[in-house]
C-alpha cells in the first residue's frame, strides 16, 4: 500500500517575527493600561497609540514587494497578508476605541463629527478603503475573482495615501503650512510614496535587473579570486 507523506507546513523565522511584533505593540498596550502608564487622557492615549501600530503595519506591509525586488527574497512576499491583516486589526481597534469608548457607539453623534471634521472624513475614506481589501484577502476570492482581485487590490495605494493624510490631518498644527507636530507624518509619508513607486511594475523591473547584475557579478568575482586566491 503506497505510504501518504505529509508534510508539515514549516514555520520560518519571519513569520514567527511578524506574529510577536503584531500581537506584541497590544500586549504593550494592556500592560501600560493596567500598571497606570498611560497619560491622563488614557482613552486618547489608546486611540492614539492604535492608530500609529496600524501606520507602521501598513507601511511593512507596503514595504514586502520592494524588498523583495531588492534583496530577492521571495519570503517577504509571503508575509504581506499577514502583515497587511495586522494593519486592518489595529485600524479597527482604532476606530472602535473612538466610536465605542469615545463616543458609546452613538451612531448620530458619529456622523456628525464625521461631516464636520476633515481629517475623520479622510479617516473614514480610508477605513472604508481597508474593509474589501481585508475581506478578500484569503485564498479563496483570490482564487474566485481572478484578474479582479488585482483591480481591486490595487485600492491598496490611495488608501495608503490617504491614511497618511488623516494621519497628518490629525496632528495639532497645520499640515498645510507645515507647522505643528507634522514632521513624523511628514517623513513617514514620504517613505510610503518611494515604497509605492518602487511597487510600480516597470520601476520592479529595473530594480530586479540591477540586483542580477551585480550578483552575477559579484559571482564572477568570486570565482576569480578562487582561481587566482590573492
Ligand atoms: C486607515 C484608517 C486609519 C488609520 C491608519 C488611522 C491612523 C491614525 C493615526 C496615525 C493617528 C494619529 C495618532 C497620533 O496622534 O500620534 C490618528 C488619529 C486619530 N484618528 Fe485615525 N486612523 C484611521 C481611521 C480613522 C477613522 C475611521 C476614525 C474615526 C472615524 C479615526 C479617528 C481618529 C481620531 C479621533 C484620532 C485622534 C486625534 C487626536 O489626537 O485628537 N481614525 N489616526
Known amino acids: 500500500m503506497p505510504t501518504i507523506s505529509r508534510t508539515k507546513p514549516k514555520i520560518t523565522w519571519l513569520q514567527v517575527v511578524i506574529h510577536t511584533l503584531g500581537w506584541l505593540p497590544l500586549a504593550w498596550l494592556f500592560y501600560d493600561y493596567f500598571a497606570g502608564r498611560l497619560s491622563v487622557n488614557p482613552i486618547q492615549d489608546i486611540e492614539q497609540r492604535l492608530g500609529r501600530i496600524a501606520v507602521y503595519f501598513l507601511i511593512a506591509t507596503l514595504a514586502c514587494t520592494p ?3 531588492l534583496f530577492g527574497w521571495l519570503e517577504f512576499l509571503k508575509r504581506r497578508r499577514a502583515l497587511g491583516l495586522y494593519a486592518f486589526m489595529y485600524t479597527s481597534l482604532h476606530v ?5 469608548l469615545d463616543y458609546g457607539f452613538n451612531l448620530s453623534q458619529l456622523f456628525d463629527l464625521i461631516t464636520q471634521k476633515l481629517y475623520l472624513l479622510v ?4 477605513l472604508l478603503m481597508l474593509i474589501p481589501l481585508a475581506a478578500t484577502s484569503f485564498d479563496y476570492f483570490i482564487r474566485r475573482m481572478g484578474r479582479n482581485w488585482k483591480r481591486l487590490h490595487w485600492l491598496i495605494y490611495p488608501a495608503a495615501i490617504i ?6 490631518l490629525a496632528q495639532k498644527g497645520n499640515l498645510f503650512a507645515l507647522r505643528g507636530n507634522i514632521l513624523k507624518p511628514f517623513l513617514l509619508g514620504i517613505f510610503m510614496i518611494l515604497l509605492l513607486v518602487l511597487r510600480n511594475p516597470s ?5 530586479i535587473g540591477i540586483r542580477r547584475k551585480l550578483s ?7 570565482h576569480a579570486n578562487k582561481i587566482n586566491p590573492g
Do not use: E
Open 123 to 126: 479617516g473614514t475614506i480610508a
Open 203 to 207: 520601476v520592479r523591473k529595473w530594480v
Open 67 to 69: 524588498f523583495n525586488s
Open 96 to 100: 472602535m476605541v473612538f466610536a465605542g
Open 216 to 222: 552575477v557579478r559579484s559571482r564572477h568575482l568570486r
Open 163 to 168: 491614511s497618511m493624510l488623516h494621519y497628518a
